[in-house]
């Protein structure tokens, strides 16, 4: 059936959070591990459904069969930083090298231009090689590093801090 990129809707509440836990699971790049996030499903569909029409964020998800296997999404910064937005990213290790991050972060930039947005900013593991790549693909710039951004059990983990000028 192939890999289909849609706006999650309060519908996938549920499975987000599903979605979440096993990615918090997977990988250590996320700012939560297997607990996942203190979210309940009303919450997160009210949220989905607070964003559906915003030009100032979306949440994206990447189905296969049905199943969630990547999101992403924009949420455009306050007040004097309204130019920027907040990008995040993930896809379930199993997905990882197939395109799918591409594809999501392909329609973040689409949203993003016809929102007016100016600059993306994300944070990535300095380490996160295949993120860093990706993001250096489709132009991000690396402006500066955080030395202990994380810390899990008593490693502490830097990571670089990115952003893409909207042409």
């Not at 607990?35 to 189905?63: F, H, R, V, W």
Request: hydrophobic share 40%; with cysteine.
């Amino acid at each position: 059936m192939g890999i289909i990129i849609e706006k999650a809707t309060f519908e996938d509440a549920a499975e987000i959070l599903h979605y979440l836990k096993q990615i918090g699971i997977e990988t250590d790049n996320l700012t939560f591990g297997a607990e996942g996030l203190p979210i309940t499903t009303e919450s997160e569909a009210a949220y989905i459904s607070q964003i559906e029409n915003s030009c100032d964020e979306i949440m994206l998800i990447a189905k296969e069969n049905g199943k969630i296997v990547g999101n992403a999404s924009l949420s455009r910064l306050p007040r004097r930083m309204k130019h920027r937005g907040d990008f995040s990213v993930s896809v379930l290790k199993e997905y990882w090298n197939k395109g799918i991050g591409s594809q999501l972060l392909l329609e973040v930039i689409n949203f993003a231009k016809e929102n007016s947005f100016e600059v993306i900013d994300l944070q990535v593991r300095s380490d996160n090689l295949s993120a860093i790549h990706l993001y250096e693909k489709f132009g991000f710039k690396k402006i500066g590093m955080h030395p202990a951004f994380f810390k899990i059990g008593c490693e502490e983990i830097s990571f670089d801090y990115m952003y893409l000028k909207i042409q």
